[in-house]
């Protein structure tokens, strides 16, 4: 078997945040949110990393980020480009958003020729994570179906105090993999209980406990595959409702593999808290959190050093 590889979405804009979230530093050495995931990702074994980034931003991204990493890892560059999609679409007027996460895998292709760990830029996911998800790829391999796995971390502690947060909340089978995974826009705190907003606006509770999705997926190259075949049914149900802000999202997809049989996803768990930049108000908690961490002998105080 190969060895897996860590493939880091770093395309996207914080929108609510404003500007490249990605490359705001976390503690007074400049290290960002993605250092500490690619260190982790190092001691866990993994020894290359593809960066899915902007054309637009590319020396900017080297400039903050891939130069110092590229150091320490393997690393190769992937842009994630509107204008890459099938022959017969077009990119509508007025369209400046990215195509999604999945689109963003799908753009990974060419770059990567083994089993794969996929993360977000901007999310602090901590080090049990890097290391269930590198043990699972370097063990398991296709069969009958598709084996992938993804991180589950406990809703509790993927929460920020500043606002709600948009989950993945998943549904288990008795062996741990995934049975659905249902996109909840809108998790918050409300007299202490944890609580989504149902489509009527009305407040359900969420047990504590229950696994959600932070986006830290692990996929055998028949991703790619199975991308290709449905991103052209997405653009054509898109670019008819939402041809500005539609997206292809990674759960939908593997949703669809779930139902049809033909994956099995394994749902690797983490007790770790998750740390991100949601609001801009989340920095200074990330910041702390990052403090606190390295007091601890979690991380060595320079990280790199």
């Known amino acids: 078997m190969k060895k897996p590889v860590l493939v880091i979405m770093a395309a996207g804009m914080g929108s609510r945040y404003g500007g490249l979230k990605q490359i705001d530093p976390v503690d007074e050495y400049g290290n960002i949110i993605m250092d500490f995931s690619v260190?982790?990702?190092?001691?866990?074994?993994?020894?290359?990393?593809?960066f899915i980034i902007k054309k637009e931003n590319e020396a900017d991204f080297k400039a903050a980020v891939g130069n110092r990493i590229e150091k320490q890892m393997g690393v190769s560059y992937v842009f994630q480009d509107l204008k890459k999609i099938p022959e017969g679409f077009s990119v509508p007027e007025g369209r400046t958003?990215?195509?999604?996460?999945?689109?963003?895998?799908?753009?990974?292709?060419?770059?990567?020729?083994?089993?794969?760990?996929?993360?977000?830029?901007?999310?602090?996911?901590?080090?049990?994570?890097?290391?269930?998800?590198?043990?699972?790829?370097?063990?398991?391999e296709d069969d009958e179906k598709y084996r992938f796995a993804m991180v589950g971390y406990q809703v509790e502690n993927t929460l920020t105090e500043n606002g709600s947060v948009a989950r993945g909340v998943c549904g288990l089978d008795g062996a741990g993999c995934l049975l659905d995974i249902t996109e909840r826009t809108k998790i918050w705190r409300q007299d202490g209980r944890i609580v989504y907003e149902d489509e009527r606006g009305a407040a359900v509770t969420i047990p504590e406990g229950t696994p959600v999705s932070m986006n830290l997926w692990g996929f055998s190259t028949g991703i790619f595959k199975e991308l290709s075949l449905r991103f052209p049914a997405f653009l054509n149900r898109a670019l008819r409702e939402n041809p500005l802000k539609g997206e292809f999202y990674i759960p939908?997809?593997?949703?669809?593999?779930?139902?049809?049989?033909?994956?099995?996803?394994?749902?690797?768990?983490?007790?770790d808290r998750w740390f991100g930049v949601?609001?801009?108000?989340?920095?200074?908690?990330?910041v702390e959190a990052v403090r606190k961490l390295k007091a601890e002998g979690a991380y060595s105080e320079r990280l790199w050093d």
Not at 39 to 50: H, N, W
Request: charged share 30%; hydrophobic share 40%.
């Open 97 to 140: 958003k990215p195509w999604g996460t999945a689109h963003a895998i799908l753009c990974c292709e060419e770059a990567v020729d083994g089993p794969f760990a996929v993360i977000n830029a901007d999310d602090f996911y901590g080090r049990e994570a890097f290391r269930v998800m590198y043990d699972y790829l370097a063990g398991h």
């Open 252 to 271: 939908s997809v593997v949703d669809g593999l779930i139902r049809e049989g033909r994956a099995s996803v394994r749902v690797l768990r983490s007790h």
């Open 278 to 286: 949601t609001y801009r108000e989340d920095k200074t908690l990330v």
């Open 39 to 50: 260190y982790d990702a190092k001691r866990a074994g993994f020894e290359q990393v593809v």
